[in-house]
């Protein structure tokens, strides 16, 4: 499959659930359960794009490193010191609830495995009768 056409329905995916999850806490849960979903929700989502860019640039389209090792390495523990510094905050200044932004994180992780479920069904071969 091309990256681009899997890459657009995982972002498509995002932010349905990303939807479906903060739609859901905010009837059923407080506003900082519901504010730490769609927040985290909002931050996953914008590392996921932020990460695709990186390894994007750093590899050409035959699978060549277009830049030195150290770049993206350094590039991606940045981004992971940034996405820690932003969590430390929301928690420490009382802005969100944990759990709900603990959900919120998890939804690119749910869109990555209903994408490779709902792949290995279109590809599991059907039983004609």
């Known amino acids: 499959m091309d990256w681009d056409i899997i890459y657009s329905d995982l972002s498509r995916r995002n932010w349905i659930i990303l939807l479906v999850l903060?739609?859901?806490s905010y009837?059923?849960?407080s506003h900082s359960i519901t504010m730490g979903v769609i927040l985290g929700g909002f931050i996953i989502i914008a590392n996921f794009k932020v990460f695709q860019h990186t390894i994007c640039?750093?590899?050409?389209?035959?699978?060549?490193m277009r830049k030195k090792k150290i770049s993206i390495i350094a590039?991606?523990?940045?981004?992971?010191?940034?996405?820690g510094i932003i969590i430390y905050i929301l928690i420490t200044r009382g802005w969100?609830?944990?759990v709900g932004l603990a959900v919120g994180l998890s939804t690119?992780?749910?869109s990555i495995v209903s994408f490779g479920i709902s792949s290995a069904w279109d590809d599991f071969p059907r039983e004609t009768t």
């Open 22 to 24: 903060s739609s859901i």
């Open 27 to 29: 009837f059923l849960m």
């Open 57 to 64: 640039c750093a590899f050409s389209p035959q699978g060549i």
């Open 75 to 83: 590039k991606y523990y940045l981004r992971l010191l940034a996405l």
């Open 96 to 98: 969100v609830d944990p």
């Open 108 to 110: 690119v992780v749910i």
